[in-house]
């Protein structure tokens, strides 16, 4: 079965700083590959996806990831984090039609 | 575009109550899912429907929980009866279609506290 291991549950940093969430997956063959964001009281928004092609990919709100198979990571940076990226952050996969997600990382930005 | 609406917000009862939460999806999603997300846990998928009918129901603790999607827009998840380990949030899901290509747009959530 697939699972997805986002190592880090709470990483605080500096607001202009850059951020890198990790993301680990164990899976027979290449999934579809996906981060959302939670921010309090809200539902999951999708940040990006991966599918195949480029392994660099380019989401929303100036983050983006990293698809490296021989590590089977899908890590999340942006260059310089805002105070509103504060957040809760979910790396998901789908070998299918269905999504598994990590447990989650929570991003605190301080001043 | 209006988003997924869900109803209540927030729910607190008693163990062995009944709840039932209600999902409004995006015009025209065929897909709807539920899922439950424990506090620390990422969500975890109870049940998928395609229109009024479930394609996925595997980890839906059936002797408690059900569901149901009637014509095909419209979802309620109930519990009877509720226990403390119940309490989490509830969110549903919906897509224009199954498959992961898909994207799905999820709703606010019902935080659910059972007492």
């Known amino acids: 079965a697939q699972s997805v291991t986002q190592p880090d549950i709470h990483i605080t940093v500096s607001e202009g700083a850059s951020l890198e969430l990790r993301c680990n997956y164990s899976?027979?063959?290449?999934?579809?590959l996906f981060w959302y964001v939670q921010s309090p009281g809200q539902g999951l928004q999708l940040l990006l996806k991966?599918?195949?092609?480029?392994?660099l990919v380019q989401g929303i709100k100036g983050f983006e990831a990293e698809f490296k198979r021989s590590q089977s990571s899908f890590n999340l940076r942006k260059p310089s984090v805002h105070w509103s990226d504060a957040a809760e952050y979910f790396c998901a996969v789908s070998p299918g039609d269905k999504l598994s997600f990590g447990a989650g990382t929570t991003v605190t930005v301080r001043a | 575009e209006a988003g997924v609406a869900q109803s209540p917000r927030y729910k607190i009862i008693e163990k062995r109550q009944s709840v039932a939460f209600w999902c409004n999806p995006i015009s025209g999603h065929a897909t709807l899912y539920w899922y439950q997300q424990i506090l620390g846990q990422g969500p975890k998928l109870l049940i998928q429907f395609q229109n009024n009918g479930v394609v996925d129901d595997s980890q839906l603790p059936k002797d408690r929980f059900s569901a149901e999607r009637l014509k095909g827009v419209d979802s309620t998840l109930k519990i009877q009866p509720a226990k403390l380990e119940d309490s989490a949030v509830y969110l549903c899901?919906?897509?224009?279609?199954?498959?992961?290509?898909?994207?799905?747009?999820f709703g606010p959530g019902t935080r659910l506290t059972v007492l």
């Open positions: 991966y599918f195949s092609g480029d392994t």
């Open positions: 899976y027979g063959a290449t999934p579809y």
């Open positions: 899901a919906s897509s224009l279609g199954g498959g992961s290509s898909n994207e799905q747009f």
